[in-house]
């Protein structure tokens, strides 16, 4: 007879964990491309990038120009030219020249013709308004530079004789903190610091030009008043 079978219990066991298996660290980007002379960027296809000492980032895009001597230049010099005409510093000379046209340049100071449209509306309101005030004197104003170049000139001629001293009266009137005006070559010029522009004319013969220029180059703004001189 054939012996029964025994029932064999189960044996328990404790559920072992798998040990981790180690893995090779991964391996750093590669670096990025980089053209001569410029070790720290590159463009990726897309964009621009740079190493900022850790990782390739995208480079910050560049500050759009400054509108701020656009403003200055614009609101100043609106108030000086009101002031200007409106107090007499212009008085027409009686002479046979008093109707010429006055010649505006096409760069001035190596500056070309200003397009921006903020500046240009400006020119043809101070244009307007001394041709009125001005009574027939021929008058004219050209505008020159752009914000992104840095830097924009008005040009203002007129065939007519100015005081210096009630020019620079107006230019005060319209600016803050105006020193008393110095002689650069043929010209008085004053900076006005708060606004952060530079005022010359230069008048005589029955003929006066003045220019507003951004900044603080009495110098520049002088030699331009020359240069326009120059071709009237």
């Not at 798998?18 to 720290?40: F, H, K, Q, S």
């Not at 340049?105 to 308004?129: E, H, I, W, Y």
């Not at 104003?141 to 914000?147: I, M, N, P």
């Not at 522009?197 to 331009?224: E, H, Q």
Request: some cysteine; hydrophobic content about 45%; aromatic content about 4%.
């Amino acid at each position: 007879m054939a012996p029964e079978p025994v029932a064999v219990e189960p044996v328990a066991t404790e559920a072992v964990a798998p040990e981790p298996v180690a893995t090779a660290p991964l391996a750093p980007p590669p670096a990025a491309p980089v053209g001569p002379g410029e070790p720290n960027r590159h463009f990726d296809g897309q964009q621009w990038l740079v190493w900022n000492g850790a990782a390739w980032v995208p480079e910050a895009p560049p500050a759009p120009p400054s509108t701020g001597g656009r403003r200055t230049l614009i609101v100043v010099v609106a108030v000086i030219v009101v002031a200007l005409v409106a107090g007499g510093a212009f008085v027409a000379s009686r002479v046979a020249n008093s109707h010429k046209a006055i010649v505006i340049p096409s760069t001035l100071g190596g500056l070309n013709k200003a397009t921006d449209p903020q500046v240009t509306s400006a020119a043809d309101q101070f244009r307007s308004q001394a041709t009125s005030a001005l009574n027939g004197v021929a008058t004219d104003v050209g505008a020159y530079g752009s914000a992104g170049e840095g830097q924009i000139a008005l040009l203002v001629g007129a065939r007519g004789n100015a005081s210096s001293d009630e020019f620079f009266q107006g230019v005060a009137s319209g600016a803050s903190d105006i020193p008393p005006p110095t002689t650069v070559g043929n010209s008085q010029c004053v900076s006005a610091s708060a606004e952060q522009i530079a005022v010359c004319m230069r008048s005589g013969g029955g003929l006066t030009v003045a220019v507003f220029l951004t900044g603080s180059d009495t110098s520049k703004a002088s030699s331009m008043v020359d240069e326009a001189w120059d071709q009237q």
